[in-house]
Each structure stands twice: as C-alpha cells, then as structure tokens.
C-alpha cells in the first residue's frame, strides 16, 4: 500500500495522523483535498513499482475502452447464439368492423390469437409452428413445418458460421485488450524508473558541482599562495556556473519525469504541485530475461505477440468467409415438411369437423444471375491472400524485432563492466590532476577536462544500467511476455 507522510519531524502525531493514505483506489478530489496549494509542508507519496502500475492499470482510459470493446463482443455473441435457441411470438389481435349497406349499417367483433414459434437448429434444419384461433368464431387453425436446405445453407458449418464469427471477434477484442494491458504496464514502469534516472543525473551532477567548487576552494588558496595566476580563478569560477547550469537542467528533468509518471498513474499534476514521489523499487535490483539465444526469442515472440494471435484469427476468419461466400453461389433448395389442422367455427365443438392436412414438397430459387455472388467470392479470395500475406510480413517483421531486442539486451550488458572501469580510471585521472594543481604542475583546463571526463563516464554508468533495465524490458515485450511476467509476480 501506498502511503502518504509528511516531510516535517516536527509536527506532532495528531497532525501526522490528518494525513490520508492512498491506496490504489486513489482519485483526483481526494488528491486535491489532500494536497491543497496553500499546504505549509510538502507532501512525499511512497510508491512501489507494483503500486504505480496498479494505478496505470486501474485508471487508464485506453484499458476502460479496450473492457467496453470486450463487452460489446460478448453481447455479440450471446445475441448469434440466441438465433439457435427456440424463440415464442404472441400476436393478440382486437378489431371491430363496420360495413354500411342499403342504409343499414353492421357491426361485428373480431378477437384472434395467434401463437408462433420457430427453432433454428444447428445443423441448418429450421422448425417452425403456429397456432391461431379465433375467440368469438371458435376457429383455430394448428400448423407445424420443418424446412431443411439441401444445397445453399445446408451443414453446420455454414449454419453456425456466424456464431464462429462472433466468437473470433470475441477472442481478437480479448486479444486487444490484453495488448493495451501489455503497453501499460511497459509505458508506466519505463515512467516509473525514469524518475529514478533522472534523480540520478541529479546526483551526479551536482556531485559534480562539489568537486567544481572544492577545486575553486584550492585554487583561491593557491592563487593567495602565489603559485597559480589569477585567471585561473577565472577559470575555476567558470567551472563552477558550468556545474550549476548543468545541474539545473538536470533538476528540470527531474520534474519532467515526474509529471510523467503521474500521468501515467492517472493523477491530476496541478492538484499535486507540491507532491513529492519516493519510489520504493530500483531498476537497478530487477532481472532481466534469461533467453539463451536469439532464435529462442523469435520463436518466444512468433508464439505469444498478440498482434500475430489477432491475424491469425483474422486469417481463419477470411477462410470462413470464402465458404460463406461459395455457399451464396448456390442454388437454394430446401426440403419442406408440414402438417396442420383446421377446426371451422361450426364444428368446433365436434372433433369429426375438423380438417388434416400433410404436405411435402420442395422450394428452389434460380436466380438467372450470379454476378454479385461471384465477385463477393472472388474478392473473399483476394482477402484471403492479402491476410496470408500481412501475417507473413508480420512475422518477419517481429523475428528481426525479437532478435534486436536480444541482441540489444545482450550487447548492454556487456558494457556495464566497461562503463565502471572508465569510472574507476577517471576518478584516479582527476585525482591525480588535483595533486598536480596543488603542487602548481597543472593548469584549470586540463583540470576542467578531468572534472568533465568524471562527470560524462558517471553519467554514462548510470546510463548503461539504465538501458539494460529498459533492454530487458524492450525484450521482454518483443518477445509477448511482458503481461504473463507481470501477473506472475
């Protein structure tokens, strides 16, 4: 959990328990209450790398859209399902007629119920019955038919394609989602550590800055000694505003990072202006992948990237529409079956009345001409292919991603050895030239060029561990594993 506490060990525990705790049921208001403009004291949010991609996780509006996504193709399906289930009409029907003739005019009431049910199987047979009757006339009339295609829309296959469609359009939103889940949790832990990296420089950099006026300090003393001219003051003095300059640009971007994260985390920036972030987790105390070779992360990455599992299904889904479209070329001819039963209003009390029908027969349309159906056929084709061809790009396309971000992974690591080493041999280069500024054997340039060269191989260490951290990451995400690492920790 998250937790809130003030920067002033001098107030006391009634004021420190004012202080709200932020879980990651966060808001905005509540941030706004809790740190209003006027606040004496600045506030620190304790944040975990876990709680900080909770946050993105929970108030990301790409992943709010991606679930609304998700549940319309639910909806959808359960709506193609439905046509299978046996489905009831009832149609009442209250009418009064007049007719006028010869001056006369006569009224009668007509009151009929009428009773339809129909059943779609999925084998493509479609059952259907009704039952009409006639309340003040006492005539019904019962009638049950089952009509079975024998060409056009005959099998499953073709009777349940639109149920197989909706279920793919289901698992690519599903697909989609988890996607966006993937890039959230990458974007908001790159922000996360970010900051971390940016407070770093910050370090460093004013690190820098002390060495900077620390060597003034010598030269003053030199210089009052006689040893060093005066313009080497100049030049110490010159050093010195150089390190400030540099340390305040570092400071912006701390502040850059910040504002970063907190967007990512979905916080208001100008109800938390004052807000201070320390973060619980290092990027430099996480592992990173530990694929042997590159071929194993293309064959990582060609099994788990959702955007090869989306085209995939694409592609069976541009296969079921070239059957589809082969089924509209045929002719329909269907096979019908009924039997009904009549009762007429002067026999309805008497079962001998009434009257039984049966029949059997067979319904075709010929349409004279195809066009249509044969274009809709071959342009199923063409789609067909252009998806062969779009997921054969595709994997090509993330193979050579995989196998960068490997090799990218790999090659960093190697130079965190050789990034500490030049730290190491700068930090004796510049000690070394101190001694000889003392002993009046060396010049401010040289002694600048030193301070510098410290200063770049710090930054550039801190740098490197960066870059294997956002390496293994980068790998991470190429190869489609980033969200199942994550919910397995």
């Given amino acids: 959990m998250m937790r809130i506490r003030c920067a002033r060990p001098d107030l006391d525990a009634a004021s420190i328990g004012r202080h709200l705790k932020i879980t990651t049921e966060i808001d905005t208001l509540r941030i706004a209450r809790l740190y209003p403009p006027q606040a004496a004291s600045a506030q620190i949010l304790s944040l975990s790398m876990e709680e900080a991609v909770a946050l993105a996780m929970q108030r990301g509006l790409e992943i709010e859209v991606s679930s609304l996504d998700l549940q319309s193709s639910e909806n959808q399906l359960a709506v193609v399902k439905h046509q299978f289930s046996p489905l009831l009409t009832l149609a009442p029907k209250i009418q009064r007629n007049m007719t006028s003739a010869a001056g006369a005019t006569n009224a009668t009431n007509e009151v009929n119920t009428d009773l339809t049910g129909t059943w779609k199987l999925r084998n493509g047979m479609a059952l259907n019955a009704?039952?009409?009757?006639?309340?003040?006339?006492?005539?019904?009339?019962?009638?049950?038919?089952?009509?079975?295609?024998?060409?056009?829309?005959?099998?499953?296959?073709?009777?349940?394609?639109?149920?197989?469609?909706?279920?793919?359009?289901?698992?690519?939103?599903?697909?989609?989602?988890?996607?966006?889940?993937?890039?959230?949790?990458?974007?908001?832990?790159?922000?996360?550590?970010?900051?971390?990296?940016?407070?770093?420089?910050?370090?460093?950099?004013?690190?820098?800055?002390?060495?900077a006026r620390e060597i003034a300090r010598i030269n003053v003393l030199l210089e009052q000694a006689g040893r060093i001219p005066h313009m080497m003051l100049l030049q110490s003095d010159l050093a010195v505003t150089q390190a400030q300059v540099t340390l305040a640009q570092s400071e912006e971007e701390v502040n850059v990072a910040k504002r970063t994260l907190l967007k990512s985390i979905g916080i208001s920036q100008a109800s938390t202006s004052d807000l201070q972030i320390e973060l619980k987790d290092s990027f430099l105390n996480l592992t990173?992948?530990?694929?042997?070779?590159?071929?194993?992360?293309?064959?990582?990455?060609?099994?788990?990237?959702?955007?090869?599992?989306?085209?995939?299904?694409?592609?069976?889904?541009?296969?079921?529409?070239?059957?589809?479209?082969?089924?509209?070329?045929?002719?329909?001819?269907?096979?019908?079956?009924?039997?009904?039963?009549?009762?007429?209003?002067?026999?309805?009390?008497?079962?001998?009345?009434?009257?039984q029908t049966r029949a059997i027969g067979i319904a075709m349309e010929l349409p004279f001409d195809r066009t249509p159906q044969k274009l809709a056929l071959s342009n199923s084709k063409l789609n067909l292919r252009k998806a062969e061809i779009q997921l054969a790009a595709s994997e090509r396309d993330i193979s050579t991603e995989a196998g960068e971000a490997f090799n990218r992974h790999a090659f960093v690591k190697r130079q965190v050895d050789l990034a500490e080493r030049s730290v190491e041999l700068a930090r004796v280069q510049l000690d070394a030239e101190v001694l000889k500024v003392r002993a009046g054997r060396s010049s401010a340039a040289d002694l600048s060029v030193a301070q510098d060269n410290l200063r770049q191989t710090e930054l550039a260490l801190v740098q490197i561990k960066f870059e294997v951290f956002n390496a293994g990451l980068a790998l991470r995400r190429a190869t489609g594993n980033l969200l199942s690492t994550w919910a397995a920790r």
């Fill in 130 to 211: 009704t039952a009409s009757k006639s309340m003040l006339l006492g005539s019904s009339t019962q009638l049950v038919g089952v009509s079975i295609p024998l060409a056009r829309d005959a099998g499953s296959a073709i009777a349940t394609i639109d149920e197989k469609d909706a279920a793919s359009a289901l698992k690519s939103s599903n697909l989609s989602s988890m996607q966006v889940r993937q890039d959230t949790i990458f974007n908001s832990m790159q922000a996360y550590f970010g900051l971390e990296l940016a407070r770093m420089k910050v370090r460093v950099d004013a690190s820098a800055l002390d060495r």
């Fill in 288 to 355: 990173g992948p530990t694929l042997a070779s590159a071929s194993e992360a293309v064959q990582e990455a060609i099994a788990h990237r959702f955007e090869l599992q989306t085209q995939r299904e694409g592609l069976v889904v541009a296969q079921r529409a070239i059957l589809r479209a082969e089924n509209d070329l045929q002719f329909r001819v269907d096979l019908k079956l009924e039997l009904g039963r009549q009762v007429a209003a002067s026999s309805a009390a008497t079962e001998s009345g009434s009257t």
